[in-house]
T-cell receptor, first 115, second 112 residues
Framework: DADVTQTPRNRITKTGKRIMLECSQT?????MYWYRQDPGLGLRLIYY???????NKGEISDGYSVSRQAQAKFSLSLESAIPNQTALYFC??????????????FGPGTRLLVL | LAKTTQPISMDSYEGQEVNITCSHN???????ITWYQQFPSQGPRFIIQ???TKVTNEVASLFIPADRKSSTLSLPRVSLSDTAVYYC?????????????FGKGTMLLVSP
């Protein structure tokens, strides 16, 4: 969905480096999410945020941190990258006020390789 | 959170109708059923959502029996471009926590 953008799209880094993945959205949604996807597995939730002052841990938050700088921006940081964090990372947004079950809109993904 | 079970993979041919069934035995009263589609190296994309009976849109139909313990995504006359992973999710609007959990999905392979 072009309304949800992620930068960078691809990143190669070395073990121990700190990196940041950024997500921006123009949908005006309150909720934002970070997922990772490994080959053969579904998406696993890392962190999520319901508004600017709200941060919640997901299923696999260890080794990650996030920052919700504004409604439109949600950044994911790897403080000290390790090889098993090599994965495809997705940002998503949703609108709590949609009136039905939330529908999540995903960005194009960031492919991260940690050497 | 309601857990879902769906086949790991399915095969079909172009022009056929494909039905993917998802089991969700412990679905809650307020839970909706949503299906997403994911192509390789892309984020999942919303396909269809329903609460009960039948829902149809331009892409698919969703059949939900009265007991709501399962649902079936129906893709009419599939084409090669329908080859993707399909996720069944169950959850509701809840301000306390994220209610959507993605499982491993069903890998649909459409052949000529």
């Amino acid at each position: 969905d072009a309304d949800v953008t992620q930068t960078p799209r691809n990143r190669i880094t070395k073990t121990g480096k700190r990196i940041m993945l950024e997500c921006s959205q123009t949908k005006g949604h309150d909720r934002m999410y970070w997922y990772r996807q490994d080959p053969g597995l579904g998406l696993r939730l890392i962190y999520y945020s319901f508004d600017v002052k709200d941060i919640n841990k997901g299923e696999i938050s260890d080794g990650y941190s996030v920052s919700r700088q504004a409604q439109a921006k949600f950044s994911l940081s790897l403080e000290s990258a390790i090889p098993n964090q090599t994965a495809l990372y997705f940002c998503a947004t949703s609108d709590l006020n949609s009136g039905t079950q939330e529908t999540q809109y995903f960005g194009p993904g960031t492919r991260l390789l940690v050497l | 959170l309601a857990k879902t079970t769906q086949p790991i993979s399915m095969d079909s041919y172009e022009g056929q109708e494909v039905n993917i069934t998802c089991s969700h035995n412990n679905i809650a009263t307020n839970d909706y059923i949503t299906w997403y589609q994911q192509f390789p190296s892309q984020g999942p994309r919303f396909i269809i959502q329903g609460y009960k009976t039948k829902v149809t849109n331009e892409v698919a139909s969703l059949f939900i029996p009265a007991d709501r313990k399962s649902s079936t995504l129906s893709l009419p006359r599939v084409s090669l471009s329908d080859t993707a992973v399909y996720y069944c999710l169950v959850g509701g609007m809840n301000s306390g926590y994220s209610t959507l959990t993605f499982g491993k999905g069903t890998m649909l392979l459409v052949s000529p």
